[in-house]
């Protein structure tokens, strides 16, 4: 499972991350030379709710897929780690357990740092410890966006917003149209579903009806974007 280096695309992914790129490069030479690589198979656990945190993970390629287990022990999938993120940090910081699982989506590759390194890098620098407080800051920004969507906004504007965040994330431009963008994640409606707190049905409708204003196209490898510019009004005014 383990492989002792990055591939240059899963390299570039991790130093073009927006919150890795703006450290120091002493800081980011620090985290690398103590940082070790895992691959994960789709499906695979990467760590569970109620474990000791022993690492902190970047996502390099692929994606993780952050669930919780609902009182009837079906699986809520809560939000996808994309390539370049962080995570697994506040369980260290905090001394507490993991809050939830996580699980490798698709063919995914981490870079990880274990805890005795991490908190020996945060005795070291003082920018380490600006930079977590940075990185947590936006974590509650984003936190407190999604609540507000989820409350202030209608179904086809979180919809919209949400393929949007997919397409930049995830977003492959089509060799036969400039125009379109694949979504290389591939998501079940139910997935989809979850991030919004929809049910399967009400997003699948609200699918069907972009995909009838040429908004988007449904096929069965995922989904493709076919108008941007909409997808942005969308997402804009439908308030």
């Not at 390299?11 to 030479?29: T, V």
């Not at 036969?176 to 409708?205: K, M, T």
Request: aromatic share 6%; net charge neutral.
């Amino acid at each position: 499972m383990d492989e002792p280096i990055l591939s240059m695309e899963e390299r570039e992914a991790i130093n073009s991350g927006r919150w890795f790129s703006s450290l120091s490069p002493s800081l980011r030479h620090d985290i690398l030379r103590c940082a070790y690589v895992k691959r994960y198979k789709d499906g695979m656990l990467i760590c569970a709710r109620g474990e000791p945190p022993e690492e902190w993970i970047a996502c390099a390629r692929g994606a993780v897929r952050v669930s919780a287990t609902s009182i009837t022990g079906k699986q809520i999938t809560l939000t996808y780690v994309e390539p370049g993120i962080w995570f697994g940090d506040v369980a260290i910081l905090d001394g507490d357990k993991r809050t939830h699982d996580a699980y490798a989506h698709g063919e995914t590759t981490l870079l990880c740092v274990s805890k005795a390194d991490f908190k020996r890098i945060l005795a070291e620098h003082v920018e380490f410890s600006e930079a977590i407080l940075r990185l947590n800051a936006r974590r509650v920004r984003q936190l407190y966006g999604l609540v507000e969507d989820l409350n202030t906004l209608p179904l086809r504007a979180r919809l919209a917003k949400q393929l949007l965040h997919l397409t930049r994330s995830y977003g492959v431009m089509s060799l036969s149209d400039s125009n379109e963008i694949r979504i290389g994640l591939h998501l079940a409606q139910e997935e989809l579903a979850q991030l919004l707190g929809a049910s399967r049905q009400r997003v699948n409708q609200e699918l069907k009806s972009m995909e009838r204003e040429e908004v988007i196209r449904i096929e069965p490898g995922g989904l493709i974007v076919r108008d941007r510019v909409t997808l942005l009004r969308i997402a804009d005014t439908d308030h």
